[in-house]
């Protein structure tokens, strides 16, 4: 089987860093990825990292070791519309199988 | 360019009814997930599709019914609704399948009274 846990919210000033961690279990692993979600809406893709290290997309960046089971989703600058749901979410046993973590809420306050 | 098409947005059911929620992408992804979310517990995989004819469960399958008898098309159905399938469900496609790029629609708001 396979469970993500990450923190249930997190609060951020404007221009902060904020890092949101995720840890994983799991029976095979395809790689960690990172998904947004406003009030309301769909998810939206943010971040994959298939190997060890760091991926970086503009104010995004997202982190990966697979010896620790652990990686994080840093977003730098924030800005109020960064105030949202994000989602670690990894393959369980086989492509397609997706498994989300039960996501992080960011709160950005002026 | 439409990407992932879900209808209807909103439906409300009786306990006991069936239905089917529709979902259509083309984009020729070959990859289609269904998850239903419930408040704090983030998204939870109900069936998915590695190509047309194949099909598989996932985290939450009872209750649901799927088939994918072409690329575009991955309809789900409720055979007999309950108040505990109440939920916001989203179908989502990918090409690769490894977790990347996921596309989702819109949802839909399913009540069962």
Redesign the interface.
């Known amino acids: 089987g396979q469970s993500l846990e990450q923190p249930?919210e997190v609060t951020a000033v404007e221009g902060a860093i904020v890092q949101i961690n995720c840890t994983y279990q799991t029976s095979g692993f395809?790689?960690?990825?990172w998904?947004q979600q406003h009030d309301g809406?769909?998810?939206?893709?943010l971040s994959?990292n298939?190997l060890d290290g760091l991926e970086e997309t503009g104010r995004f960046s997202s982190f990966l070791s697979r010896s620790d089971s652990y990686g994080y989703l840093l977003l730098q600058e924030l800005q109020m519309k960064d105030s949202a749901s994000y989602?670690c979410?990894?393959?369980s046993g086989g492509?397609?199988?997706?498994?989300?973590?039960?996501?992080t809420r960011l709160a950005v306050h002026p | 360019n439409a990407g992932v098409t879900q209808t209807p947005k909103f439906q409300v059911l009786k306990t006991g009814q069936s239905m089917t929620l529709q979902c259509a992408q083309d984009m020729n992804h070959e990859y289609m997930s269904w998850y239903r979310q419930d408040p704090g517990m983030g998204l939870r995989l109900i069936h998915y599709s590695v190509g047309a004819g194949i099909t598989d469960q996932g985290e939450v399958p009872n209750g649901y019914n799927v088939s994918r008898s072409t690329t575009e098309d991955f309809p789900l159905r409720l055979l007999s609704a309950a108040p505990s399938q109440t939920s916001v469900y989203f179908c989502a496609s990918s090409r690769t399948g490894q977790g990347e790029g996921y596309t989702f629609g819109s949802g839909t708001r399913l009540t069962v009274v």
Do not use: D, E
């Open positions: 249930s395809y790689g960690l990825s998904y809406g769909a998810p939206t893709f994959y298939a989602f979410a990894g393959l492509y397609n199988k997706l498994i989300f973590g039960a996501g």
